[in-house]
């Protein structure tokens, strides 16, 4: 730290602050040619990693079925109570299935525990951050909007893989 002035030991220049002005000046322009982290969105994406936690999807197997057995553990642990689920009974040989999964974005917190607690890998957090609704029932997302290929979501799997 610099040791201070008393005001009678400084120049005129000092008094009104030039080497002040310079110095901030100096900085100004160095920063001007340093490289930009700015990104002009909506024209430049985002590209999060793998490790980024955007909004919670279901992983749909390749031959179109969905991963979740209803076991309701996702939405157990939910601490912002913003998953639905309602069990039904199949034929197959995996015995259950949610008739109705249901994410409320609007409450979800984007925390990741309902893909921690998942027992099948079926629901993981995508790198999908544009959210925006123009109603409340718009923020629910049923299986529909919830459901993506497995071929989308292998990175973000392989990257959960690696910490079990
Ligand atoms: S990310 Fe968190 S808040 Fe969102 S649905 Fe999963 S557990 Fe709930
Ligand atoms: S997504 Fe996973 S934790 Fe949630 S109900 Fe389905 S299988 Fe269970």
Known sequence: MGVRKRKKDLSLLERIYIPEIIKGLVLTMKNMFR?????????????PPASYRGRPVLVMEENG???CVACGLCSRVCPALAIEVQ?????REKERY??????NMLRCIF???????CPEEAIVMSKDYELAFSNREEAIFDKEKLLIPISQ????????RQYK
């Open 35 to 47: 490289p930009k982290f700015t990104m002009e969105y909506p024209e430049e994406k985002f590209i």
């Open 65 to 67: 079925e969905e991963r």
């Open 87 to 91: 069990a039904s009974e199949t034929e």
């Open 98 to 103: 949610p008739e109705k999964f249901e994410i």
């Open 111 to 117: 925390c990741g525990f309902c893909e921690e607690v």
């Open 153 to 160: 979501l292998d990175e973000r799997i392989q990257f959960l």
